[in-house]
C-alpha cells in the first residue's frame, strides 16, 4: 500500500510527538487532515497555525461532517495506543468499516520508501536519532526525519526531503512500546539499550530482549546492525553487527574524556576515521555515548570527520533532553525528559559530573502508576543521588491508579533526608521562597507545564 493515496487523514490523538510528526508530512502533501486529542498545547497550536484542525472534545457530529465530504476508501484513520477502546469516536469508526491503522504502521509503511535508518533503545533514541539527523543535514544529504522530539537547531520533529529521490534516507526513532517498532523496514539500525520498560505491554525483561532481538532482525540484506556493548552481551544477536561503547576497548568508542567548561571534550576512535578533541554541544556524559554511536551511522554512510565533527559542536539537542533554561551565575535550571530509573542515574550523574560543587534539587513526576511500582526500588536509588528531591503525584497518562501505589510509596523507599512531595503550586512556591543553586525538573508527564514559571522565578530572583 502506498499511504499518500488517501484524500483525508484523521487522528486519533493527533497532539502526541509521534502523531503529530504524521500529521504535518500528510499536511505537506496537499491532503486533508484533522485531529482530535484530550487536551490542547502548544504542539497542537502549531498544528493549527500550519492549517491541520484540531479538536478536544469527542464530537461526533463534527466527525461525521468532515467523513461526509469523502468516499470511506478516501480516508485513512490514525490512532495512537493511548487513545481508550471505548472513546465514541473510535467505536464510531470501527463500526462504520473506515480503514484505521496505527501510528506505528503508517510509519511502517513510509519507511518501505526510503533508505531507513531506525534507532532503537530504551534510552537514548531520541536524541541519537536527531544527532543522526543532523549530521546528515550538515554533510548535505537529502532526508526526511521522524523525531521523537522538538530539535532545537530545527525547532521541529519532522524534516522533510525530496520523495522522488531514490537515495534519499529517512531517520526515524524505533518506538519499543506496543512493539511498535517491529513495524519498520531499516537499512541501518542501531540499538542504544535494552533496559526493560513497559512491563504493562511485555510482561518481564525477557519478552522486552525478545523485541528487541526480532527488530534486529528486521534489517535488509546486507543492512547495518550498530549495538551498544552492553546491549551485545544482552541480547541473543547472530548476525554481523558494530560494536560500540562509551570508553570501553570497542570498534567505536571515546577516549581521553575531559571537562573544559562545564563542556565534555573527548576523542573518537573508529575503525574508518579517528575524530581527535571533539565537543559536542549538548551536555552530558551519556549524550557522548549517544553521539559515537551517531558517529559510527554517519561513516558507515561515507561521511568525513571534519563534516561530523562541526556538526557535533554545532548540535544544539532536543527540548526536553538535557535542556538548559536559565545559566546564570546565580542559578542553572535544567529540563529532561526523564522518566526511567536509569535515565534518572544518566542525567544526574552528568549534572554532578559537570557541577560538582553545587548542591542539586531535582524535581520529579512519575510517569504511570504499574513503572513506578515494577520499578520502586531503582527509581529511589536513582532519586538519592540528589542532594535534595522533590517529587509530584504521579502522571497516570493512559493508566488507572493502582492501590497503595503513589508518590509518598516512592518516597519512603528513598534513603535521603533532603525530600518531599509538592503540588505544582507548591513546588513554585518552594523555589521562589527558597533559593537553588541548580534545578533539574524531570518526567514525561506534564512536568512541562512548569518550565515557564519556573523560568519566570529564576529570572526575577
Not at 463500526?95 to 509503511?109: F, H, M, N, P
Not at 529521490?165 to 512493539?179: G, I, L, S
Not at 551565575?329 to 529540563?335: H, Q, R, S
Given at each position: 500500500?502506498?499511504?499518500?493515496?488517501?484524500?483525508?487523514?484523521?487522528?486519533?490523538?493527533?497532539?502526541?510527538?509521534?502523531?503529530?510528526?504524521?500529521?504535518?508530512?500528510?499536511?505537506?502533501?496537499?491532503?486533508?487532515?484533522?485531529?482530535?486529542?484530550?487536551?490542547?498545547?502548544?504542539?497542537?497550536?502549531?498544528?493549527?497555525?500550519e492549517g491541520i484542525a484540531c479538536h478536544f472534545n469527542e464530537d461526533l457530529t463534527g466527525?461525521?461532517?468532515?467523513?461526509?465530504?469523502?468516499?470511506?476508501?478516501?480516508?485513512?484513520?490514525?490512532?495512537?495506543?493511548?487513545?481508550?477502546?471505548?472513546?465514541?469516536?473510535?467505536?464510531?469508526?470501527?463500526?462504520?468499516?473506515?480503514?484505521?491503522?496505527?501510528?506505528?504502521?503508517?510509519?511502517?509503511?513510509?519507511?518501505?520508501?526510503?533508505?531507513?535508518?531506525?534507532?532503537?533503545?530504551?534510552?537514548?533514541?531520541?536524541?541519537?536519532?536527531?544527532?543522526?539527523?543532523?549530521?546528515?543535514?550538515?554533510?548535505?544529504?537529502?532526508?526526511?526525519?521522524?523525531?521523537?522530539?522538538?530539535?532545537?537547531?530545527?525547532?521541529?520533529?519532522?524534516?522533510?526531503?525530496?520523495?522522488?529521490?531514490?537515495?534519499?534516507?529517512?531517520?526515524?526513532?524505533?518506538?519499543?512500546?506496543?512493539?511498535?517498532?517491529?513495524?519498520?523496514?531499516?537499512?541501518?539500525?542501531?540499538?542504544?539499550?535494552?533496559?526493560?520498560?513497559?512491563?504493562?505491554?511485555?510482561?518481564?525483561?525477557?519478552?522486552?530482549?525478545?523485541?528487541?532481538?526480532?527488530?534486529?532482525?528486521?534489517?535488509?540484506?546486507?543492512?547495518?546492525?550498530?549495538?551498544?556493548?552492553?546491549?551485545?552481551?544482552?541480547?541473543?544477536?547472530?548476525?554481523?553487527?558494530?560494536?560500540?561503547?562509551?570508553?570501553?576497548?570497542?570498534?567505536?568508542?571515546?577516549?581521553?574524556?575531559?571537562?573544559?567548561?562545564?563542556?565534555?571534550?573527548?576523542?573518537?576512535?573508529?575503525?574508518?576515521?579517528?575524530?581527535?578533541?571533539?565537543?559536542?554541544?549538548?551536555?552530558?556524559?551519556?549524550?557522548?555515548?549517544?553521539?559515537?554511536?551517531?558517529?559510527?551511522?554517519?561513516?558507515?554512510?561515507?561521511?568525513?570527520?571534519?563534516?561530523?565533527?562541526?556538526?557535533?559542536?554545532?548540535?544544539?539537542?532536543?527540548?526536553?533532553?538535557?535542556?538548559?533554561?536559565?545559566?546564570?551565575?546565580?542559578?542553572?535550571?535544567?529540563?529532561?525528559?526523564?522518566?526511567?530509573?536509569?535515565?534518572?542515574?544518566?542525567?544526574?550523574?552528568?549534572?554532578?559530573?559537570?557541577?560538582?560543587?553545587?548542591?542539586?534539587?531535582?524535581?520529579?513526576?512519575?510517569?504511570?502508576?504499574?513503572?513506578?511500582?515494577?520499578?520502586?526500588?531503582?527509581?529511589?536509588?536513582?532519586?538519592?543521588?540528589?542532594?535534595?528531591?522533590?517529587?509530584?503525584?504521579?502522571?497516570?497518562?493512559?493508566?488507572?491508579?493502582?492501590?497503595?501505589?503513589?508518590?509518598?510509596?516512592?518516597?519512603?523507599?528513598?534513603?535521603?533526608?533532603?525530600?518531599?512531595?509538592?503540588?505544582?503550586?507548591?513546588?513554585?512556591?518552594?523555589?521562589?521562597?527558597?533559593?537553588?543553586?541548580?534545578?533539574?525538573?524531570?518526567?514525561?508527564?506534564?512536568?512541562?507545564?512548569?518550565?515557564?514559571?519556573?523560568?519566570?522565578?529564576?529570572?526575577?530572583?
Open positions: 500500500m502506498n499511504v499518500l493515496n488517501y484524500k483525508a487523514y484523521y487522528f486519533l490523538g493527533v497532539g502526541g510527538i509521534g502523531m503529530s510528526a504524521l500529521a504535518r508530512f500528510f499536511n505537506h502533501y496537499k491532503k486533508t487532515v484533522k485531529g482530535y486529542d484530550k487536551t490542547p498545547t502548544k504542539l497542537t497550536s502549531l498544528l493549527e497555525e466527525l461525521k461532517t468532515f467523513l461526509s465530504e469523502y468516499k470511506k476508501e478516501e480516508v485513512l484513520i490514525v490512532i495512537t495506543p493511548a487513545v481508550s477502546k471505548d472513546h465514541t469516536e473510535y467505536l464510531f469508526l470501527v463500526d462504520s468499516g473506515y480503514e484505521i491503522l496505527k501510528r506505528s504502521q503508517v510509519l511502517g509503511e513510509i519507511s518501505r520508501q526510503f533508505k531507513t535508518i531506525a534507532i532503537a533503545g530504551t534510552h537514548g533514541k531520541t536524541t541519537t536519532a536527531t544527532l543522526v539527523t543532523h549530521l546528515l543535514k550538515s554533510a548535505g544529504y537529502n532526508c526526511f526525519s521522524f523525531m521523537g522530539g522538538i530539535s532545537n537547531n530545527y525547532h521541529t520533529n519532522l524534516l522533510l526531503g525530496d520523495i522522488e529521490d531514490k537515495n534519499t534516507f529517512m531517520v526515524v526513532e524505533a518506538d519499543e512500546y506496543d512493539r511498535s517498532f517491529l513495524t519498520l523496514h531499516p537499512h541501518i539500525a542501531l540499538i542504544t539499550s535494552s533496559d526493560a520498560d513497559h512491563l504493562d505491554i511485555y510482561g518481564d525483561a525477557n519478552q522486552v530482549r525478545e523485541g528487541y532481538e526480532l527488530f534486529s532482525k528486521l534489517l535488509i540484506k546486507n543492512g547495518i546492525l550498530i549495538v551498544k556493548k552492553n546491549v551485545d552481551n544482552d541480547l541473543r544477536l547472530t548476525d554481523k553487527r558494530i560494536i560500540y561503547s562509551l570508553n570501553l576497548d570497542t570498534e567505536y568508542c571515546a577516549h581521553a574524556i575531559r571537562i573544559e567548561d562545564a563542556q565534555f571534550i573527548y576523542d573518537i576512535k573508529s575503525p574508518v576515521e579517528s575524530i581527535h578533541n571533539v565537543t559536542l554541544g549538548l551536555p552530558g556524559l551519556h549524550n557522548v555515548e549517544n553521539s559515537i554511536a551517531a558517529v559510527a551511522i554517519a561513516q558507515q554512510l561515507g561521511i568525513k570527520g571534519d563534516v561530523i565533527k562541526e556538526a557535533l559542536r554545532s548540535f544544539n539537542g532536543v527540548k526536553r533532553r538535557f535542556d538548559y533554561r536559565v545559566k546564570n551565575n546565580k542559578v542553572i535550571y535544567i529540563d529532561d525528559y526523564a522518566h526511567h530509573p536509569e535515565e534518572l542515574r544518566a542525567t544526574i550523574d552528568s549534572v554532578k559530573k559537570l557541577y560538582p560543587e553545587k548542591k542539586i534539587t531535582g524535581v520529579f513526576q512519575p510517569h504511570l502508576f504499574s513503572r513506578t511500582r515494577d520499578f520502586g526500588e531503582a527509581f529511589a536509588k536513582s532519586l538519592d543521588m540528589l542532594d535534595e528531591c522533590i517529587l509530584l503525584d504521579i502522571y497516570p497518562a493512559r493508566e488507572k491508579p493502582i492501590e497503595g501505589i503513589t508518590a509518598q510509596w516512592l518516597l519512603d523507599k528513598m534513603k535521603m533526608t533532603d525530600k518531599k512531595v509538592l503540588s505544582k503550586a507548591a513546588v513554585l512556591e518552594e523555589i521562589e521562597k527558597h533559593p537553588k543553586e541548580l534545578i533539574i525538573t524531570m518526567g514525561a508527564g506534564d512536568i512541562d507545564s512548569l518550565i515557564e514559571p519556573i523560568e519566570k522565578i529564576l529570572k526575577a530572583n
